[in-house]
């Protein structure tokens, strides 16, 4: 057991029992696990041999953490790194879906504390075709690495904006399935983050579980009737947990969701709870803190008519460089082209009104004069009409100089001239233009690496790019 954390902190998890406490405390002491998921949006699936993440197929767990900013596959999307127990989100999305929408695929799903990303993009994995993901946070700099990671997901219904959970609240009646993946007092991020220790205090869960019960309070009315809530922390206290499910059922009139997640091995019922729920935590799983839980809002939904959006035709731009672009309006904003799916265009619309929207869609281009340059998100995207620009298979070496923003020569004698797509191990890295003796990086600057390059390996520490036939087995 860790010396170093609170008495009470631990006298309160010895309350949950000998079963429970007893893992637990004693995992604390150890390293944390270090886990990723490969992004099957592009194709990727965990390695041959790797030990998979029970609950998610594409999860896998590494031996040790390397440097991921050496590897050009993590910044092109290729996978993400994500700790094992959040992967859990993916299952439970899908089980919402099969429960209550299994023939819908036009839904429309909120994650209100979205920032890094990861549960958004198990979400998005485990979402039909066609539904819309609406991506939340209410810190700035927060707000611009959910917006980053998304970017490098690479799926282009998806939109990200910054509110607060009141404003959003004013969208009454709006979405079929809300994910509040709370602020919290960060207990099971002990093990990870010394801060967590050093902040914790009964005063801190207080204020933690009066600011969850505000954001839940806010976001049920924007919750359809016949919608689903999913509810998690990554603490371990009861209060920010089971009295919050307590709190939904029982004020808000919420019906709980039986999941079946103890399906999977180590995850561990509620603490002294009648309603269904889950924690994973060290000591029982390759993982750290998360408790989850969903309920459902009675009633029948009739929908929710958002504003008129005459669709507009996806331009020549567009034509030419996406895939099915027929199912996108094109919408010009301040930053260039954005493509939103025109089924859900409206609600794009009426949510730009509460929150400032980072990304209503797909941006696809930005001008530079007379000229329309491909957007990195572009390059990211899974709509991309590969073939449509001219390709440029770079080195390891050259993939590195270019996502520090370097301008790129040995320019091969055939490219020619404009806009090209750089790739790396046959996948989108980014956008460069030729100008003939030189190539002009297009990499956005706020992604740009600061890393010293002579404190760069000769190559990535960890890469399925470089065996992809081995490790990631391509569909």
Not at 50 to 56: E, G, Q, Y
């Amino acid at each position: 057991m860790r010396q170093d954390l609170p008495r009470e902190f631990t006298d309160m998890v010895l309350g949950f029992g000998e079963a429970y406490a007893g893992p637990l405390l004693e995992a604390l002491s150890t390293p944390p696990a270090v886990s990723v998921r490969a992004n099957i949006l592009k194709h990727g699936a965990a390695p041959t041999g790797a030990d998979t993440v029970p609950w998610l197929p594409q999860g896998f767990y590494l031996p040790e953490r390397p440097l991921f900013a050496s590897d050009p596959a993590w910044h092109q999307g290729m996978y993400y790194v994500q700790d094992a127990s959040s992967m859990i989100y993916t299952e439970a999305v899908r089980r919402v879906v099969n429960q209550y929408y299994p023939e819908r695929t036009d839904l429309r799903y909120l994650d209100a504390c979205a920032a890094p990303g990861g549960k958004t993009i198990s979400a998005i994995e485990a979402l039909p075709a066609g539904c819309l993901v609406i991506a939340n946070e209410y810190d700035r700099h927060r707000a611009n690495i959910l917006l980053e990671n998304l970017t490098k997901c690479g799926a282009p219904a998806v939109a990200v904006c910054r509110g607060d959970a009141a404003k959003l609240g004013k969208l009454r009646d709006t979405f079929d399935i809300i994910a509040v993946d709370a602020p919290c007092s960060g207990e099971g991020m002990m093990r990870k983050e010394p801060e967590a220790i050093r902040q914790w205090s009964h005063g801190l869960i207080d204020e933690c579980a009066a600011m969850q019960r505000h954001i839940v309070d806010a976001l049920w009315k924007s919750l359809k009737p016949g919608g689903v809530m999913i509810y998690s922390t990554c603490t371990f206290n009861r209060t920010e947990n089971e009295e919050m499910l307590a709190y939904l059922t029982e004020t808000l009139d919420a019906k709980p969701v039986d999941l079946h997640l103890t399906d999977f091995p180590g995850v561990q019922p509620g603490i002294n709870c009648e309603y269904p729920c889950w924690r994973l935590a060290p000591g029982h799983v390759r993982g750290e803190g998360l408790f989850i839980c969903a309920v459902h809002k009675p009633g029948e939904s009739s929908g929710r008519p958002g504003k008129t959006i005459k669709p507009r035709p996806a331009g020549e731009f567009a034509q030419a460089h996406i895939d099915q672009p027929e199912v996108y309006t094109e919408i010009s904003t301040p930053g260039g082209i954005e493509l939103r799916p025109s089924a859900h265009a409206s609600i794009i619309a009426d949510i730009a009104a509460q929150a400032e929207l980072l990304r209503g869609g797909l941006l696809i281009a930005t001008a530079k004069g007379r000229d329309l340059a491909p957007s990195h998100q572009l390059a990211m995207s899974t709509a991309l009409r590969r073939g449509s620009f001219p390709e440029w298979e770079v080195d390891y070496a050259s993939a590195m100089s270019y996502l520090r923003g370097e301008s790129l020569t040995d320019i091969p004698d055939d490219l020619p001239k404009g806009y090209v797509l750089l790739t790396y191990a046959g996948s989108p890295l980014g956008f460069a233009k030729n100008i003939g003796r030189r190539a002009n990086n297009l990499y956005p600057d706020a992604m740009r690496l600061r890393l010293d390059p002579r404190t760069l390996p000769a190559q990535p520490t960890f890469s399925p790019t470089e065996s992809r036939s081995i490790l990631f087995q391509l569909d």
